[in-house]
């Protein structure tokens, strides 16, 4: 049996009992007031009472529906307004994606009074200002987007920060970015943005102070903090070794300070120690700068760090040499580790040694380096037929980075 059956038998069940009711006692009900009396039955009354709210309940609908309908219909009302908003502010959005900046800015601005979230057609509106370089225009639009939405004022803000960056505010914007900072020291993008500030200012050591904020709340990718830690750490050794040349004798050394400052990872990176190694030879302290590179060397091999190490002047240059020709054990054809070997059995003045290394390094990889060290030296052990030799040989290395150019033949009257 279905279920409309089931509903028809209830109603007819009801109805049945309602009528054997009425039947039996139909009531009596009286309503007076002044000279005016309603006599009825009570079923009757109750009837007139349900009809009564049903006929107001009807009515209501109907002019629920009135109102409905002359808003869809009524050109100006509230409800066509914000459709014509939304249609208009779309067209601008589209013509702000395709870069169309004029007409985004009108269509925007046009449509932002009547739009349901007027903070969006503003945004885009200064932006699209900012594009077409009306820098006052964008400033007005932003104020209006405050004063529209002002529970929006770190949007805003963020927004303002990003548009005076992009025309070289960099001061302006960075007041902006403390601002928010200072209200808002978790918001995670104007962390971001204010990171690329400093680095756009150049300012390493506030820079420097932010990166333990960035890599706790992991604002950027690895790789990009990485990269960004690699340049600040880098820039404040530079600015550090460049003081340290005129500090006194007594007092702290700034660019040990940064060294100790680091991060001990960053302090094994060779990139890292190469350029304190170079900031400590500059500075003509080279007993640290062979301590520093000797260490490195120790945990991983690396070309660059052995060819400082050929530079350096350690305290003790027979414990250089010995150390250095521990690696050869293991890199046997290395030719920056035999350069390197070369010039400290050099600085030992072992001079058959440093030219068999030099011989070596220059047989294992022909560099004009490595024959100039090799020249300069066979020329004040007397050998000028080898040293001519080798000078012939580095002369060709040089030929291979000439352009290929017309010559003069030699005739046979000019070689007589």
Not at 202 to 228: A, I
Not at 339 to 352: D, H, Q, S, V
Request: proline share 5%.
């Amino acid at each position: 049996m279905s279920k409309s059956y089931i509903a028809i038998l209830i109603v007819l069940l009801v109805a049945a009992l309602l009528g054997m009711a009425v039947a039996e006692d139909p009531g009596y009900l009286l309503i007076a007031w002044r000279n005016l009396s309603i006599e009825t039955s009570v079923w009757v009354g109750v009837a007139f009472i349900i009809g009564l709210w049903v006929l107001v309940a009807l009515l209501r609908t109907v002019v629920r529906l009135l109102g409905a309908s002359g808003r869809r219909i009524n050109p100006w009302s509230r409800h066509n307004r914000h459709r014509r908003a939304g249609v208009v502010t779309t067209r601008g959005l589209l013509e702000f994606a395709e870069g169309h900046w004029s007409n985004s800015l009108r269509l925007l601005k046009r449509a932002a009074p009547h739009a349901e979230q007027p903070l969006i057609n503003y945004l885009a509106a200064a932006r699209a200002a900012n594009e077409l370089e009306d820098f006052t225009e964008c400033d007005d639009l932003l104020r209006e987007a405050y004063e529209t939405t002002p529970r929006a004022d770190v949007a805003i803000a963020v927004t303002q920060a990003q548009l005076q960056m992009a025309r070289g505010q960099l001061e302006q914007a960075l007041a902006t970015l403390t601002r928010v900072r200072k209200d808002h020291p978790r918001h995670l993008y104007a962390l971001k943005l204010m990171s690329q500030l400093y680095a756009r200012l150049e300012d390493w050591q506030r820079l420097q102070h932010l990166l333990p904020e960035l890599r706790k709340h992991e604002v950027l990718r690895p790789q990009e903090l990485k990269l960004l830690e690699y340049r600040v750490y880098t820039e404040l050794l530079t600015q550090a070794g460049l003081r340290g040349i005129h500090h006194e004798p007594g007092q702290d050394n700034p660019l040990n300070e940064i060294w100790q400052q680091m991060p001990k990872p960053l302090r094994q990176d060779p990139r890292l120690v190469e350029v304190y190694a170079l900031q400590l030879h500059a500075m003509g302290d080279g007993a640290r700068a062979e301590e520093v590179l000797r260490t490195a060397l120790k945990h991983a091999f690396n070309d660059r760090l052995v060819h400082h190490y050929g530079l350096v002047s350690g305290k003790e240059p027979a414990r250089q040499l010995a150390t250095a020709e521990q690696w050869l054990a293991q890199h046997p054809h290395d030719a920056t580790l035999l350069l390197a070997l070369g010039r400290l059995a050099l600085r030992n003045n072992l001079w058959g040694k440093a030219r068999t290394y030099l011989e070596a390094s220059f047989a294992s990889k022909p560099d004009i380096q490595t024959c100039a060290e090799l020249v300069r030296l066979l020329e004040h052990m007397g050998d000028d037929a080898a040293s001519r030799l080798v000078q012939r040989k580095g002369f060709g290395l040089m030929m291979h980075d000439l352009p290929a150019l017309p010559l003069p033949q030699l005739s046979n009257s000019t070689a007589e």
